[in-house]
């Protein structure tokens, strides 16, 4: 007869084992139960395009399942939990599952009580792309706006749009655009900021496709400056359109169509320039109405092929489409506030589907709409939180 | 010879009952206790941030218990809390995130802990003892502008509003400020005596009564927060309403004239 019974024998290993798993507890930490279970919402994309939309007013990101236009969630981003941290822009960077995230602090004026207070300077943020926690971050200059990343070079771009300096001497009025060339080291919060002083209130930027120079629009200066993102040198400056003032806010680099659209809010007008080192205007276009009145001022716009542009249009709401090889205008609609309110990034998937970002009015959740390519009719719409502007699309 | 139904002996063996016990009785008990009173005496000391600066603990702003009626201090009772999926009033979306945020801007300790740290452990084993408690999350709504309150419009209510005042002042104000005109307890020397030290900080003309009114209203709602800076937390709309805070200002005598 054995020593043990075999039914004692198997109770002796599963007492093992589960002394085993507990014996961690006690002398290995990284075996123990885990503290603080991870209890987020995750984001898996399935085989589905994502759309990550970030809420300036309301501190979260949302994240739109786009295939079915249906909200998978949102959750709070930032690292203040009661000031509003302002996130303008996400972008992803999927080969290291992270997510950079722009904090901008837009009422971040410090208390009329408060003596010798300063500007709050701004954040960049590594999230964990699954579930949008913070791995890491990166302080950056005040007022950061708006960021690009390239894929191909790991680099990250920030612009910061501080409308104080362009009250001081002409000198100082140029604003840093910071340039990070290895953007994973922000999630372990190694990365180093590298600043260039570029120009006046630089807003919307974006890399070329191989992430060598990056486009800057400058609405201090009334130009586009183009920068050498691994020597970090201005290779040009050129006017952002044929009529000034332009004033240009919003920019894309189509790397399909070897464009870059820049859109202009006091000049109405969105410029097509080539991908040049100093890029060559192409054409302008403005949308106006059966009078000839001119339209709404031009957001973040798309080229549906080689030829048909779309154009969202704020203040009157609507959208626009143009033919840039003939100059024009294809449609011009407008949209109801339950449509959408203030029209601010048109998004083309690889199915051809179009969506657009309406920011709402910055008190009210705005909306992710889908649009009909051909008759700019909104055709789906998804609710998401206050003030969006711009959604970065994964797709699958 | 009379047999025991076959399938029965062995599911009662004494030794391999004794065997079970004694394995699992050597896991978990003991070892969860100690964790749980390691996180108990960083609820209560200051070990939970690393700076000299720090002169918090988490009972200066929470209950582990919630009472009945709620206590006045700034931050909800934490039983349940390692149930709840929201914090700081849905601004934080996970426990440990809120607990640095605590860490950060009252205890000024920037380090983030991460779940595998010794503190976290034992702070998450003595949270997850409190349960269940409340798996809801707490209202936490900041008030964000900042307007005149109102006084009493008579003697009377005026007189009523100052011992209001005062029972609030010991429930809310004298853990951090210690007693009122003299600062007796309070918490260090960094925190100032109230009024005097606040109204000494903000003095006349650049500070008109009104305006000193203002500036401990906001102190109150704000605490660190919106522009103002300092460690203080601030006290939100369910935790104080604007009748009590101005019930404090009474207290105080802050009355803006």
């Known amino acids: 007869m054995s020593l043990l019974s075999r039914f004692e024998k198997l109770l002796f290993v599963v007492a093992a084992t589960i002394a085993a798993g507990c014996s961690g507890s006690t002398s290995n930490a990284d075996d123990s139960p885990l503290a603080f ?129 362009f009250l001081q001497p002409a000198e100082e009025r140029r604003a840093n655009l910071v340039l990070v060339d290895s953007a994973s080291a922000i999630a372990t919060n190694d990365a180093q900021a590298n600043r260039l002083t570029l120009c006046a209130v630089p807003n919307a930027l974006a890399f ?133 309110v203030h029209p601010a990034e048109f998004s083309l998937t690889s199915d051809s589907r179009l969506r657009l970002v309406c920011e709402g009015d910055q008190y009210h959740p705005g909306q992710v709409v889908e649009v009909d390519p051909n008759t700019l009719a909104v055709i789906a719409s998804v609710p998401v939180e206050l003030y969006p502007e711009r959604m970065t699309i994964l797709e699958p | 010879m009379n047999r025991m139904p076959r399938h029965t002996p062995r599911y009662f063996s004494p030794s391999a009952a004794l065997l079970g016990l004694c394995l699992l009785s050597a896991c978990s008990a003991p070892v969860a206790q100690s964790e749980v009173d390691e996180g108990s005496r960083l609820f209560v000391g200051k070990a939970l941030s690393q700076s000299r600066l720090n002169d918090y603990n988490c009972a200066v702003c929470h209950d582990a218990v919630a009472s009945n009626p709620p206590s006045k201090k700034a931050g909800g009772a934490l039983a349940g809390v390692t149930l709840r999926t929201s914090f700081w009033g849905g601004q934080v979306a996970d426990l440990l995130g809120s607990v640095n945020a605590c860490r950060e801007n009252f205890m000024a300790d920037n380090r983030p802990l ?99 009114r203002l500036v401990f209203t906001e102190k109150i709602r704000h605490g660190l927060f919106l522009g103002y800076g300092g460690v203080m937390p601030p006290f939100s709309s369910e935790v104080l309403s604007d009748a009590e805070v101005s019930d404090l200002l009474e207290a105080l005598g802050v009355i803006g004239q």
């Open chain 1, 208 to 340: 070329d496709s191989d992430g060598s120079r990056v486009f800057v629009a400058c609405t201090g200066e009334d130009s586009v400056a183009v920068v050498d993102s691994a020597s970090r040198t201005v290779l040009s400056r050129v006017p952002a359109g044929a009529t000034p003032p332009s004033q240009p806010y919003a920019l894309v680099v189509d790397p399909i169509h070897d464009r870059l659209l820049v859109s202009n809010k006091v000049s109405r007008s969105v410029s097509v320039f080539d991908l040049e080192d100093t890029p060559n205007l192409l054409s302008t276009h403005r949308a106006v109405d059966e009078q000839g009145a001119f339209l709404g001022y031009p957001m973040f716009s798309v080229l549906l092929s080689d030829s048909v542009l779309a154009i969202p249009l704020q203040k009157p709401d609507g959208a626009s489409l143009f033919d840039v090889t003939t100059g024009e205008q294809l449609l011009e609609v407008q949209y109801s506030d339950a449509e959408c």
């Open chain 1, 37 to 165: 279970p991870h209890r987020r919402p995750t984001f898996e994309s399935e085989g589905r395009r994502l759309g990550y939309v970030a809420n300036r007013n309301s501190d979260t990101v949302s994240v739109l399942d786009l295939d079915a236009m249906t909200l998978l969630g949102s959750v709070p981003v930032g690292r203040d939990p009661v000031d509003i941290d302002g996130p303008r822009h996400i972008v992803l960077d999927s080969a290291n599952a992270l997510a950079y995230l722009v904090l901008s602090y837009p009422f971040s004026i410090p208390s009329v009580h408060v003596q010798g207070a300063t500007k709050r300077p701004s954040y960049v943020q590594a999230l964990n792309l699954f579930d949008l926690s913070i791995a890491g971050e990166l302080r950056v200059d005040p007022w950061a706006v708006e960021l690009a990343f390239s894929p191909a070079t790991g680099r990250l771009a920030v612009s910061h749009a501080d409308e104080s300096r």
């Open chain 2, 114 to 212: 991460s779940p595998k740290d010794e503190p976290a452990r034992a702070l998450y084993a003595y949270l997850a003892s409190l349960e269940p408690g409340n798996s809801e999350p707490i209202p936490f709504t900041i008030v964000t502008t900042i307007d005149p309150l109102p006084r009493g419009d008579t003697p009377e209510a005026i007189a009523d509003a100052e011992r209001r005042g005062q029972d609030l002042y010991a429930q809310t104000c004298m853990t951090c400020h210690g007693t009122m005109h003299d600062g007796l307890g309070r918490l260090s020397t960094r925190v100032p005596i109230l009024p005097e030290e606040t109204l000494a900080e903000h003095p006349p003309p650049q500070y008109t009564p009104r305006v000193q």
